[in-house]
């Protein structure tokens, strides 16, 4: 497999075995059924650092009202 970084226009070449690529298309599956259903629950943590939507993120407006 190939990732084509587009700012730099860099090629990295890797490798995922059968059984690695089973599981990503799994989870991908999953993911996907959520959406589909709706279930998509934010999942804040350490990465809310940087998140541009924090301001008006659900996550965080629940745990504003709770205080
Ligand atoms: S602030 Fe909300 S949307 Fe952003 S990463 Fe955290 S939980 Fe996700």
């Known amino acids: 497999m190939v990732f ?3 700012q730099d226009n860099q090629r ?3 490798t995922r075995d ?3 690529l ?3 298309l799994r989870v991908v599956q999953e993911t ?3 959406i ?3 279930e998509f629950a ?3 943590g350490y990465v809310c ?3 541009a939507y924090e301001p008006i993120c659900p996550a965080h407006e629940e745990a504003l009202s709770a205080t």
Do not use: F, V
């Open 4 to 6: 084509h970084y587009l």
């Open 12 to 14: 990295q070449e890797t």
């Open 18 to 20: 059968a059984r690695q």
């Open 22 to 24: 089973d599981e990503a």
């Open 32 to 34: 996907a059924a959520d």
């Open 36 to 38: 589909r259903a709706g």
């Open 42 to 44: 934010a999942k804040p």
């Open 49 to 51: 650092r940087n998140c």
